[in-house]
């Protein structure tokens, strides 16, 4: 069952391959922007994953973040989550981001429960669509 103040944790190492130079999002070799949200991201889902029926899941459905500071290469970030709502299927995370200095960003984030087949289903059903 989800309840309100359930927290994650996740790190990674800042390298060129999550770089703002190589994800596209700037031309400098720092922990990109594109890369601090979807450690964000990754961290609430993880947070929750295992307090869910085997079958269902969580997709990201809003994101409001800043990035407030820049990270070097080789220097380690990781982000923490906390589980602040939860209104029958949306669960709203408060993010935050660090790294071995401080603070580099922080926001809100919200993900939906999902049956992942379900969910799998009608986005294939898309492909018919087109």
Not at 8 to 24: F, P, R, Y
């Amino acid at each position: 069952m989800l309840k309100i103040g359930i927290k994650g944790k996740e790190e990674t190492i800042v390298s060129t391959e999550n770089s703002a130079k190589t994800m596209g999002s700037g031309t400098l070799d720092v922990f990109a922007t594109p890369a601090m949200i979807a450690l964000m991201e990754k961290t609430a889902w993880k947070s929750v994953q295992n307090h869910l029926e085997d079958g269902y899941g969580t997709v990201g459905i809003s994101l409001n973040v800043k990035h407030v500071a820049a990270t070097p290469l080789g220097m380690k970030v990781y982000c923490e989550s906390e589980l602040t709502g939860v209104d029958g299927k949306k669960l709203v995370f408060i993010v935050k981001a660090f790294d071995e200095v401080g603070l580099i960003g922080e926001g809100t984030h919200e993900r939906f429960i999902i049956s992942n087949e379900k969910f799998q289903q009608k986005t294939n059903d898309k492909a018919g669509q087109k």
